[in-house]
C-alpha cells in the first residue's frame, strides 16, 4: 500500500518580491514622481543593462513592445521577411506584424527546443532582414552559429531573450550576444516589473532610435516644438514599474541561481520516471530555467501529456500547455503565414509538453511533492 501524501497547492509560477520593491515603488509614491519621468527608470535601465554587458537600456512597457520597438529601430517594415522560430510564444510573430514585415517559421531542435539553426538558410529569402531567435525557456541559442548565417547573409540579430535574463552563451550574457536584445518584465518572468520590457544593445544609434521611437518621436534633443518628423510610439514605463524592476535587479543573481537549482532537482527526482524528457542545455551556455518544462513520451510514460494534467490538478499542482506551433496561429494564417511546412518537432512539444511549477521560491518539499505526484501518475510505477 502506498502512503498517503499529504496534498499541496502549488502555483504553476508566482512572482518572488524578496528585495526592496515596497521601499523603492513608496519613495517613487511619496516624490510624486510616477510616470517614466523619474529616477528609478534611469536606475533600472542603467543597472538591467549593465547587469546584461551591454552599454544601453530603454525602458518599455512590456516585452512584446520592446521586440516591435527593435524591429522598428532596425528599420524592418513592409515587404521584409524576418525568421523566428516556430515554437515560441505568439508576441514574436506579432511584433513582426506590426511592423508590416511577415514573419517565417522554422521549426525548434529536438534537444534544445530553440530554433533549428542547420534549418534556416532554406528559408533566407531575398526579402529576409533579420533572424529573432529566442532562447526558450532560458536556454540560450547558438548565437555563433546564428551570427555566422547572419553575416553570410547580412542579416541583423534580435534576440527575443524575454525568458533569459541572466542567461549565458560563452560566458557573455543574453543582451550583449545580438545586435539587439527584448526582455519582457512580466509577472512570470525571471525578473519582473508586473508588466515591462526592455531592449538592450551595445550600439549607440540603435539606442537612441529606440528612445526615439518609445515616445512618440519627440526628438531627443532641443527645445520641445511639437513638431513630429516620424510616426512613433507610446511605449514608456512608468517610475513605479521601474522602481520594482531596480529591486529585482538587485537580486538578479540570487533569483538565477534559485531557478537553476530548482531545474536541477526536478531534473534529478524525475530522471528514472520514463517516458519524460527535458530540455537539453544549448553547449557552452548558462539555461537560467524560466519555466520547467518537460516533454512526455505518452507510450513510455503510460498515460497522456492531458491525463498527467488532469492527475496533478487533482492533487493541488497547477501545469500548462507549452505554446502552440506559429504555422497552427489562425491570425497568422489569415496574414498568408505558411501553414503547411514540416514542423514536426514543434507539434510534439505542442501536444506532448506540460509546464511544471516553476516559481524562483519553490521549496524542495514542493518540488519533491510534484515529482511524487508524477510518478504514481506513471503507469509503470
Ligand atoms: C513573455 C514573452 C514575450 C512577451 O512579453 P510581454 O511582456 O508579455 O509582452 C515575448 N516573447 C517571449 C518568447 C515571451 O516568453
Redesign the pocket.
Known amino acids: 500500500m502506498t502512503k498517503e501524501i499529504p496534498k499541496r497547492k502549488i502555483p504553476v509560477c508566482s512572482p518572488f518580491l524578496n528585495g526592496q520593491e515596497m521601499e523603492f515603488v513608496t519613495e517613487a509614491l511619496k516624490d510624486g514622481w510616477i510616470s517614466s519621468s523619474g529616477k528609478y527608470v534611469t536606475a533600472f535601465e542603467q543597472e538591467f543593462s549593465r547587469y546584461c554587458g551591454a552599454g544601453y537600456g530603454i525602458a518599455v512597457c512590456?516585452?512584446?513592445?520592446?521586440?516591435h520597438l527593435a524591429l522598428v529601430a532596425l528599420g524592418i517594415g513592409p515587404g521584409d521577411e524576418v525568421i523566428i522560430p516556430d515554437f515560441?510564444?505568439?508576441?514574436?510573430a506579432l511584433?513582426v506584424v506590426y511592423t508590416g514585415a511577415r514573419p517565417v517559421f522554422v521549426d525548434a531542435h529536438p534537444d534544445t527546443w530553440n530554433i533549428d539553426v542547420s534549418a534556416i538558410e532554406a528559408k533566407i529569402t531575398k526579402k529576409t532582414r533579420c533572424l529573432m531567435p529566442?532562447?526558450?525557456f532560458g536556454n540560450p541559442c547558438d548565437m555563433d552559429a546564428i551570427k555566422a548565417m547572419a553575416q553570410k547573409h547580412h542579416l541583423f540579430v534580435i534576440e527575443?531573450a524575454?525568458?533569459s535574463h541572466g542567461a549565458e552563451y560563452k560566458a557573455k550574457k543574453t543582451g550583449s550576444l545580438a545586435d539587439i536584445t527584448?526582455f519582457?518584465?512580466?509577472a512570470?518572468?525571471n525578473l519582473t516589473t508586473g508588466?515591462?520590457?526592455m531592449v538592450v544593445t551595445n550600439d549607440k544609434k540603435l539606442a537612441d532610435r529606440c528612445r526615439y521611437f518609445k515616445n512618440l518621436c519627440f526628438p531627443l534633443e532641443g527645445p520641445r516644438n511639437y513638431i513630429h518628423e516620424d510616426i512613433g510610439f507610446n511605449y514608456r514605463m512608468s517610475n513605479l514599474h521601474a522602481a520594482i524592476g531596480l529591486a529585482q535587479v538587485q537580486k538578479a543573481d540570487e533569483y538565477r541561481a534559485m531557478r537553476i537549482k530548482n531545474a536541477r532537482l526536478y531534473q534529478e527526482l524525475l530522471k528514472d520516471v520514463p517516458g519524460i524528457i527535458f530540455q537539453k542545455d544549448t553547449s557552452d551556455s548558462l539555461h537560467v530555467h524560466?519555466m520547467n518544462a518537460i516533454l512526455l513520451d505518452p507510450v513510455l510514460f503510460g498515460k497522456t501529456r492531458d491525463q498527467l494534467m488532469a492527475s496533478l490538478a487533482q492533487q493541488g499542482i497547477e501545469t500548462r500547455l507549452l505554446?502552440i506551433g506559429m504555422h497552427r496561429q489562425p491570425c497568422l494564417q489569415r496574414l498568408g503565414c505558411d501553414s503547411q511546412g514540416a514542423y514536426s518537432i514543434t507539434d510534439n512539444l505542442a501536444f506532448n509538453g506540460l509546464y511544471l511549477p516553476s516559481a524562483s521560491h519553490l521549496t524542495d518539499e514542493d518540488i519533491r511533492y510534484v515529482c511524487q505526484c508524477i510518478q504514481r501518475t506513471c503507469s509503470c510505477a
Open positions: 512590456n516585452g512584446t513592445m520592446a521586440l515560441t510564444m505568439i508576441a514574436s511584433a529566442v532562447s526558450i527575443d524575454a525568458e527584448a519582457s518584465f512580466f512570470n518572468k508588466e515591462g520590457g524560466w505554446f
